[in-house]
């Protein structure tokens, strides 16, 4: 006889497939609502034109560490609205993997809202889901911040100290890293 504890996930109605209840379960136990009510404790820096790679910096960690970066990098996709039953006739059934998943990304999605200064916000205009607003941003500046990065590279290490005083030259370097 199997110990009742051995499967904490209900057992799935006839309409509802038994993989879709265990994901449900499982979607439903590993997030809640609330990690992303904390986000702003550990996003400070609000994304402007000249500092994505900082915004960045700060924004994969986070949501990795929620399980919740391949709502933006397009790894966890949108399950269908229904599932599909055996019997034609049959009205749809909805997913409630679908409704977790539009839940989840939308609150993602008010999180990065709310990370984006005034003078960037324009690269949500008009984006439903988190995954749409971040390839937007990282196609706007993205590749500008990669080109800064590669041509502040190469300006430390052609950086010499020639004629100047060692304070002076240490100054310039720490300009640059700034």
Request: charged share 10%; with cysteine; proline share 6%.
């Amino acid at each position: 006889m199997a110990n009742q504890n051995e499967n904490p996930i209900p057992s799935p109605t006839t309409d509802v497939p038994a993989d879709t209840t265990a994901q449900t379960a499982t979607l439903a136990e590993h997030w809640s609502p609330n990690m992303l009510q904390q986000a702003h404790h550990y996003v400070s820096i609000k994304l402007t034109s000249t500092n994505y790679l900082f915004w960045r910096a700060q924004l994969v960690p986070f949501l990795r560490g929620q399980n919740l970066y391949g709502f933006v990098d397009g790894t966890n996709a949108c399950p269908s609205e229904f599932i599909s039953t055996s019997s034609s006739t049959a009205a749809p059934t909805p997913n409630p993997l679908h409704a977790i998943w539009v839940q989840q990304d939308q609150s993602i999605l008010s999180m990065l809202i709310l990370s984006l200064a005034e003078e960037v916000m324009y690269l949500a205009i008009g984006h439903t889901t988190s995954k749409f607003v971040w390839v937007a941003v990282e196609t706007a500046l993205g590749s500008f911040s990669r080109a800064r990065s590669l041509s502040l590279l190469s300006q430390l290490q052609n950086l010499r100290q020639e004629d100047m005083t060692p304070t002076a030259y240490l100054g310039k370097a720490q300009v640059l890293v700034e």
